[in-house]
């Protein structure tokens, strides 16, 4: 096995883990990293079943022993940067961000720098080291032109509990969005398989015989012909999933550029148009409310974020 400067990790199955699937069992044990990421390292041989190299899809038996040795993390500098965004909340644990529309989150292909995540290295300094090198301190996600709330975590404690909350759904997590409303029922629920769409890997799509679970809750605030004003309540938070079960359903967001372009729905080419019209550039979504359990005081906190000016501005254009 390669040797690593990176803390070992060793298992013991227990007869109640017999039949699962080697990857996946080390994916609920090593919270802090991917099930992709974990795969890798299996197939790289920085994991040892009973002494030998296995497959990330090996089934486990009761009493075999893993033994995981983590490659050390590749070197990459994030540099800090000043980033105009604001800071909903802080203290030595987390920090509640309300980001505008079209600020990355973090870097990535494309986009090695200007991000979200620059400027908190360089108003906070160091994050959780939880997803470092590339992703210190990052909980979860917004998309680029999805603007509202986010929580970051500056400990490896606090980054744990905060993820375990996403993880079993008890974080509140509300958007509100303009939409198309095409026979759109008051309220109701969309679930689905989800995962990456056959012909664009940059897209997904809830069309999958097999997936994760994705789950939207959906209540119409106001009609606004020929769009509707909804909010959502997201009981899973997969990529993109607001935006892809509507337009899906046929009631795509307004100024989407990647999923409601082209679908079929009345007048296409008027509502098409509609949200350039409206002086919306990007989806008109936004992270409206966040809520979750402090890691350190359990104190179950709130946040709201004001609808900002472009989707409040593109709202009003729509009403008599």
């Known amino acids: 096995m390669p040797p690593s400067d990176s803390p070992a990790y060793t298992f013991v199955i227990e007869p109640a883990a017999r039949g699962q699937r080697l990857d996946r069992f080390l994916a609920t044990r090593l919270t802090g990293h991917s099930r992709t990421r974990i795969a890798g390292w299996i197939r790289e041989g920085h994991v040892r079943l009973d002494g030998a190299t296995a497959r990330p899809s090996a089934s486990l038996e009761a009493g075999q022993s893993i033994v995981v040795e983590p490659p050390p993390p590749p070197e990459v500098e994030l540099e800090p940067q000043a980033i105009s965004f604001d800071v909903v909340y802080a203290d030595d644990g987390i920090i509640v961000v309300d980001k505008p529309a079209h600020l990355i989150v973090h870097p990535g292909a494309g986009n090695p720098d200007g991000t979200l995540l620059n400027g908190l290295l360089h108003r906070f300094g160091a994050l959780s080291p939880v997803g470092a090198p590339e992703r210190p301190g990052v909980v979860h996600r917004i998309d680029a032109g999805t603007s509202g709330l986010l929580v970051f975590a500056r400990t490896e404690r606090a980054?744990?509990?905060?993820?375990?909350?996403?993880?079993?759904?008890?974080?509140?997590?509300?958007?509100?969005?303009?939409?198309?409303?095409?026979?759109?029922?008051?309220?109701?629920?969309?679930?689905?398989?989800?995962?990456?769409?056959?012909?664009?890997?940059?897209?997904?799509?809830?069309?999958?015989?097999?997936?994760?679970?994705?789950?939207?809750?959906?209540?119409?605030?106001?009609?606004?012909?020929?769009?509707?004003?909804?909010?959502?309540?997201?009981?899973?938070?997969?990529?993109?999933?607001?935006?892809?079960?509507?337009?899906?359903?046929?009631?795509?967001?307004?100024?989407?550029?990647?999923?409601?372009?082209?679908?079929?729905?009345?007048?296409?080419?008027?509502?098409?148009?509609?949200?350039?019209?409206?002086?919306?550039?990007?989806?008109?979504?936004?992270?409206?409310?966040?809520?979750?359990?402090?890691?350190?005081?359990?104190?179950?906190?709130?946040?709201?974020?004001?609808?900002p000016a472009d989707i409040a501005a593109a709202r009003e254009a729509l009403r008599p």
């Open 159 to 307: 980054h744990h509990h905060l993820a375990a909350q996403f993880a079993d759904h008890s974080a509140e997590r509300r958007y509100l969005a303009l939409v198309w409303d095409h026979g759109l029922a008051d309220s109701g629920t969309i679930e689905t398989l989800y995962g990456r769409h056959g012909g664009d890997r940059r897209k997904f799509t809830g069309r999958v015989n097999r997936g994760k679970r994705a789950v939207t809750h959906w209540t119409v605030l106001e009609r606004l012909p020929p769009c509707a004003w909804v909010e959502f309540r997201l009981e899973t938070g997969r990529t993109h999933q607001i935006r892809v079960h509507f337009a899906e359903a046929g009631h795509p967001l307004v100024g989407d550029a990647t999923y409601g372009r082209k679908r079929r729905i009345d007048r296409p080419p008027a509502l098409r148009r509609l949200g350039f019209e409206l002086g919306l550039t990007r989806q008109a979504l936004h992270a409206a409310r966040l809520g979750f359990v402090h890691p350190t005081t359990r104190e179950t906190l709130c946040f709201e974020s004001p609808v």
